[in-house]
């Protein structure tokens, strides 16, 4: 739990984990770090997000100036795709996560990174969830994605697949490309709120990007805390959508469990690549 929100350290969470935002209770300089990050984000982001990223900031009026109340949000977002937004303290467990996403609701932490320390993220803030995460919610596909991923989820509990679930979540919903008709952008929130994997992860010599693979993805690992050294690209948010949430993943589990795991940097020769990248970053001792 972030030491530094007293907001949320003084809440006892309800039963399903979730807070009372307390938008009131936001400070100045908290309103002031959003709109820093807002502006330097689009700065960067111009010409490199999606465009759907871009509508949904716009449909849900997330530069209002300072950090979004979600009850305005929320009213906009379930009159679009019928999510919504809660708060919770912090890291969650996994079947509480599940649970929420199955129901249509998305989780956001409450607190706001330090004014002085914009780039550096010991968890997920509220830059990042909403930011990052909440814009795509507003698009019918990948609103049905989030909730699918949810139902999967709690299905793949119970044959303990869990880890290979969260890769696919890390290479699409925080991490994903994908191919646009004016050149590859990003969707993935995990890179939509970082100023240097923005540019990294598209322009980077360093990384590989590689076509959509479903089971390919679920046998590959990643990086936790550092810039990714695969990513992986889709045509559409609509291919995203036919090869998960059409698709049983119940053979899939039985499959993968006698499979060994590929590293995040490989590559393979059933591979659809766009670039193979040099890993120099990572080589390089990434970030110190
Ligand atoms: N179809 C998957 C299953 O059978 C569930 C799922 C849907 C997982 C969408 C991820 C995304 O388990
Ligand atoms: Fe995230």
């Not at 929100?5 to 400070?27: F, G, K, L, M, N």
């Not at 010991?122 to 994605?145: K, Q």
């Not at 089971?215 to 090869?243: G, H, K």
Request: charged fraction near 25%.
């Amino acid at each position: 739990m972030p030491v530094n929100d007293p907001v949320v350290a003084e809440q006892t969470p309800a039963a399903d984990h979730t807070i009372d935002q307390c938008w009131d209770r936001y400070s100045e300089e908290e309103h002031g770090v959003w709109n820093t990050l807002y502006d330097r984000q689009m700065k960067v982001l111009k010409g490199r997000a999606a465009p759907e990223h871009f509508k949904g900031l716009e449909l849900l009026n997330l530069n209002d100036g300072g950090i979004p109340d979600f009850r305005k949000v929320n009213e906009k977002l379930y009159a679009l795709t019928g999510w919504q937004v809660v708060t919770v303290h912090g890291l969650i467990p996994n079947d509480v996560f599940f649970n929420h996403l199955a129901n249509r609701r998305f989780v956001s932490g409450r607190f706001i990174r330090d004014a002085d320390k914009l780039d550096y993220l010991p968890e997920p803030d509220i830059f990042h969830d909403v930011f990052g995460h909440v814009p795509l919610l507003t698009l019918p596909a990948f609103a049905d994605y989030m909730q699918a991923y949810g139902q999967g989820g709690e299905k793949a509990m119970k044959v303990d697949m869990i880890e290979n679930l969260t890769r696919l979540y890390w290479y699409t919903v925080e991490f994903g490309l994908i191919n646009t008709p004016e050149g590859r952008r990003i969707y993935g929130a995990g890179i939509v709120s970082s100023q240097s994997e923005s540019r990294f992860c598209l322009e980077g010599r360093s990384p590989n990007r590689i076509h959509f693979d479903l089971e390919r993805i679920m046998r590959t690992d990643y990086r936790y805390d550092d810039f990714q050294q695969t990513y992986f690209v889709i045509d559409s948010y609509e291919e995203l959508m036919e090869s998960t949430a059409n698709v049983d993943f119940g053979p899939i589990y039985e499959r993968l469990k006698g499979l060994p795991d590929y590293k995040a940097s490989e590559v393979l020769p059933s591979d659809k690549v766009y670039h193979e990248g040099t890993q120099e970053y990572a080589k390089a001792g990434g970030l110190e």
